[in-house]
């Protein structure tokens, strides 16, 4: 591809922070009499109902603010199944390879958090006192047991599940031990959604709703690297994914038999009403899964390698 062809870089990054705004209600009184002495008693004992009404409300965002909402994603290639334990108490039973979890609310606060071989509490992988704050965060397991191209770590990562409007916002994590870093673009490179994404690293974009080609690319300069998977996908509006890049470039000669692939989960999803346009399923989606098994995922090409 010539380094002459003109790219238009996706500029919304996303990183901006969700507001959750609360409306409290306020009486209407539409009667149009004078009112008497006991019409204020009444009126003042109504506004004081109405204040502790607020106050309570205003109770439960700030409870609601300083909770957590955590998820587990399986994402180490040569790892067996795993329970997943938070302070002794198994929250995770089972998880396979490439499994997200759904998300477990949890109070603000530290807590000990052990990664074990599904049923073998003797086979521990993972063990460390995890700090959670308020938000949304992906607890993924990266890299191998195994060590031989990327240590196994859990990454933390802050999961951002604000509305992107009338576009749907993508994250990209590389968690494919034995891949360089990448780019990735649609339109034989005319658009590039992402530069330059080590393992471990995360990124994310805001695009229209609509069906992509994603171009697989090892990461360079003037990013023209040659492709070497594709994969079809179609954001709707208001929703909010992570692709997470899996597998192996070479499955042969690594740890486990696990190919390269993209595993595209949905994370959040707005209000259908405000975005459903097209005529489908009551959610204003073509499935209520919630892991994109409609024509995400689908590699098209690999060519087994760099």
Not at 131 to 148: H, N, S
Not at 244 to 262: K, R, S, T, W
Not at 265 to 274: N, Q, S
């Amino acid at each position: 591809m010539s380094q002459e062809t003109t790219r238009r870089r996706v500029l919304s990054i996303a990183g901006a922070t969700g507001v959750i705004a609360l409306a409290g209600c306020l009486g209407d009184d539409t009667t149009e009499e004078t009112p008497d002495d006991d019409h204020e008693e009444d009126h003042d004992d109504d506004h004081d109902d109405h204040d502790d009404h607020d106050d309570h409300d205003d109770e439960g965002a700030d409870e609601r603010a300083e909770l957590a909402e955590v998820r587990v994603a399986h994402l180490s290639p040569d790892a067996p199944n795993v329970d997943v334990l938070v302070d002794g108490d198994a929250v995770l039973e089972d998880v396979p390879y490439r499994a997200v979890s759904e998300y477990l609310e949890l109070e603000a606060g530290t807590y000990a958090v052990a990664i074990q071989a599904a049923g073998d509490p003797d086979t521990v992988v993972f063990e460390e006192d995890l700090e959670v704050e308020p938000g949304a965060v992906t607890v993924a397991a990266l890299g191998e047991l195994a060590e031989e191209n990327q240590p196994f770590e859990p990454a933390v990562l802050e999961d951002d599940l604000s509305d992107p409007g009338e576009d749907a916002r993508v994250r990209l994590v590389h968690a494919a031990p034995d891949a360089p870093a990448v780019d990735v673009t649609v339109d034989d490179g005319e658009l590039v959604l992402f530069e330059d994404v080590d393992f471990g690293e995360a990124g994310a974009v805001e695009v229209p709703a609509g069906a992509y080609e994603l171009e697989v690319r090892p990461a360079t300069e003037d990013v023209d690297g040659d492709v070497v998977a594709t994969f079809e996908v179609e954001p709707a509006a208001g929703t909010v994914y992570s692709a997470f890049a899996v597998g192996y470039l070479e499955p042969e000669a690594a740890p486990a038999d696990e190919p390269f692939d993209l595993e595209v989960v949905v994370d959040a999803e707005a209000d259908a009403a405000d975005h459903d346009s097209d005529g489908d399923d009551e959610d204003g989606h073509e499935d209520d899964d919630g892991y994109g098994d409609d024509g995400y995922g689908d590699e098209e090409d690999d060519d087994g390698g760099y």
